[in-house]
């Protein structure tokens, strides 16, 4: 067996040394500040040291400003802009006045006067290019940081490769977040996408290393654990490190396994054709379609869906916790009052939240699906 020793790598041209596993921070949204402070804490421990902070969710902010107490020369922080929330909904902007007032709110609540890496986020496609490089927008705002001192260094992080590959080639940016995983190994244009990292000394970030969990589905009776899936983006050319979004210290642990698994527990070889998926079409739970306008939370409800679709025995089993999760309220210890979320019947069709997709979901008809299985 292997030493249970954090490795790490060089972080592109930054000159930085980031752990092969960061943690990505998604899922400790709307948890209990003890239990972010014990995640954190623990991962620090292990020697993880690349924080990927994705929201702009006050209380969210908060809770890592008093985890990272007392670590801040221990850490690599990766603030974004280019999301704000709406009714406690994640949403998308590109507003270069409301992206500066929020940067300086990440300041103020994580208690520090820079982040390491500034992602602009979401960028998926040529207009989104054209939107964020226009004068007066968000590429010059996060420069104009970096200038200030607030910001080492900028970064994108995005989901389609014609979206970033301008980005790449141009030399705007030091560092990259970009979904890889096992189950999507076909991806189009990755030996491309790979060298031009490579060549430009772009730091390759991968998120989505289990594709939102749904790479661990039993199939043939055939079972992934996280560290082959960990082992193969790790194995990809540039990355420099996985950021795995986990809930708590038991899927944490799960997760640093990889460091003292040996050889054969992480090889990858016999299971990556099994477990390929097609990437359009297929949800990740990443919420990027938010906010909708009627507050149906679109990633929750799907999320939902899929596992009563999975096992019958699955559907019984949470059943009892659909009003936690899915309808028209979510109990206060979420800290979202009940009007923030609404039934999937409440869809209007408006279509918005397909437009925003970065998988092309087809959200319309899962609305419909989940008000058929998930209420019957």
């Given at each position: 067996m292997n030493n249970k020793v954090m490795k790490y790598r060089k972080f592109g041209k930054t000159g930085l040394d980031v752990s092969i596993i960061g943690l990505g921070t998604e899922y400790l949204n709307r948890k209990p500040r003890k239990n972010v402070v014990s995640v954190v804490h623990a991962a620090i421990e292990k020697g993880v040291n690349y924080f990927d902070l994705v929201f702009a969710f006050p209380e969210y902010r908060d809770?890592?400003?008093?985890?990272?107490?007392?670590?801040?020369?221990k850490v690599i922080i990766a603030g974004h802009i280019g999301c704000a929330e709406t009714n406690g909904q994640y949403r998308l902007?590109?507003?270069?006045k409301e992206n500066e007032m929020l940067f300086h709110d990440l300041l103020s609540r994580l208690h520090t006067d820079y982040v390491d890496i500034l992602m602009i986020q979401m960028v998926n496609a040529v207009e989104s290019y054209d939107r964020v490089?226009?004068?007066?927008?968000?590429?010059?705002?996060?420069?104009?940081?970096?200038?200030?001192g607030k910001v080492r260094f900028i970064g994108i992080?995005?989901?389609?490769?014609?979206?970033?590959?301008?980005?790449?080639?141009?030399?705007?940016?030091?560092?990259?977040?970009?979904?890889?995983?096992?189950?999507?190994?076909?991806?189009?244009?990755?030996?491309?996408?790979?060298?031009?990292?490579i060549s430009k000394g772009v730091s390759l970030v991968a998120m989505k290393v289990f594709a939102g969990g749904r790479i661990f589905?039993?199939?043939?009776?055939?079972?992934?654990?996280?560290?082959?899936?960990?082992?193969?983006?790790?194995?990809?050319?540039?990355v420099c490190t996985v950021v795995p979004g986990l809930k708590n210290t038991k899927q944490l642990e799960e997760v640093l396994y990889f460091l003292?698994?040996?050889n054969a527990e992480k090889d990858f070889t016999s299971v990556i054709t099994e477990f390929q998926e097609d990437l359009e079409g297929n949800c990740v739970y990443?919420?990027?379609?938010?906010?909708?306008?009627?507050?149906?939370?679109?990633?929750?409800?799907?999320?939902?869906?899929?596992?009563?679709?999975?096992?019958?025995?699955?559907y019984k089993a949470i059943r009892g916790k659909i009003n936690f999760y899915y309808p028209g309220r979510i109990r206060a210890s979420r800290n979202v009052s009940k009007e923030h979320s609404a039934k999937a019947s409440a869809c209007n069709e408006c279509g918005v939240c397909m437009e925003r997709c970065p998988f092309e979901v087809d959200v319309i008809s899962k609305m419909k699906q989940a008000e058929q299985i998930l209420n019957r």
């Open positions: 809770n890592f400003g008093v985890a990272f107490k007392g670590y801040r020369d902007t590109r507003d270069v490089m226009m004068s007066g927008g968000l590429m010059e705002l996060a420069h104009r940081f970096q200038k200030e992080s995005g989901h389609k490769s014609p979206g970033v590959m301008r980005f790449i080639e141009d030399g705007y940016i030091d560092v990259l977040m970009f979904p890889l995983n096992l189950a999507w190994d076909f991806m189009p244009g990755r030996k491309e996408f790979f060298q031009a990292c589905r039993k199939k043939d009776s055939r079972v992934i654990t996280p560290a082959q899936c960990i082992n193969y983006v790790l194995s990809q050319p540039g003292e698994a040996d990443c919420n990027h379609c938010l906010p909708c306008p009627v507050n149906i939370d679109i990633g929750r409800t799907i999320r939902m869906l899929d596992k009563a679709l999975q096992d019958a025995d699955t």
